[in-house]
């Protein structure tokens, strides 16, 4: 299976991918780990991106694009891949959809998690994560026994500064301009299936493999 992921900060698209991974062992593409990746290693796409970035510019879709074509030549994406953070706009998704048809691996399905606006910021603001070993918890939805430590390690919960009502509304405007649009844009190809990102991670779980068993 060939599959992009989209949804809003907080839909959970991030867990919900990773538990893809296990089940069917294809690889998640983050274009986010791509770029540090390159980066550390020095790679000459890296390089190109780091200078950008030190001039305070943007990376350009050129080499993101590039990156993920170094990415789709490794063996084990071969049977699929999930990508996740790229495209974020109809022109990245052009682009994607060309690169993608000359290397014959065209994308098989858009899954977009649907979650209303008030549910996504209750959970990014709630959103609390032990220093210690890193798990996560919600003051709302699943919060710890004892307030601000974490049940596993008794480890301090830290809450991130940019985890605010003020920051995470102007991403999610961000998102709703750029990138929602692509639901359009994969809906016109019939590629778009949507999942309520909302309830039983499980449940939303189930839902989704439904949808890429119909494919895959």
Excluded: W
């Excluded at 690889?27 to 001039?55: C, F, N, S, W």
């Excluded at 990508?83 to 706009?89: C, M, T, V």
């Excluded at 899954?111 to 032990?130: A, E, P």
């Amino acid at each position: 299976m060939r599959i992009v992921f989209l949804g809003a900060p907080g839909s959970g698209k991030g867990t919900q991918a990773k538990l893809l991974v296990e089940k069917f062992g294809i690889p998640q593409i983050a274009t986010g780990d791509l770029l540090r990746e390159a980066v550390a290693k020095k790679t000459a796409l890296g390089q190109e991106a780091k200078a950008a970035m030190d001039a305070g510019q943007l990376v350009s879709d050129e080499i993101v694009l590039g990156m993920i074509k170094q990415r789709l030549s490794q063996p084990d994406t071969q049977s699929g891949f999930i990508l996740d953070g790229f495209p974020r706009n109809i022109s990245q998704a052009q682009a994607l959809d060309k690169m993608l048809d000359e290397l014959k691996q065209p994308l098989q399905g858009a899954i977009y998690l649907s979650v209303d606006f008030d549910v996504l910021l209750r959970r990014i603001t709630g959103r609390r994560t032990c220093e210690a070993c890193g798990q996560v918890y919600n003051i709302y939805t699943t919060p710890p026994k004892k307030e601000e430590a974490c049940d596993k390690c008794g480890g301090k919960l830290l809450h991130r500064a940019d985890d605010n009502e003020s920051t995470i509304s102007k991403r999610l405007d961000v998102f709703n301009q750029q990138t929602k649009p692509l639901t359009d844009y994969y809906q016109t190809q019939n590629k778009l299936h949507t999942v309520q990102g909302i309830g039983d991670i499980e449940h939303i779980f189930n839902s989704t493999c439904s949808i890429i068993n119909k494919f895959s």
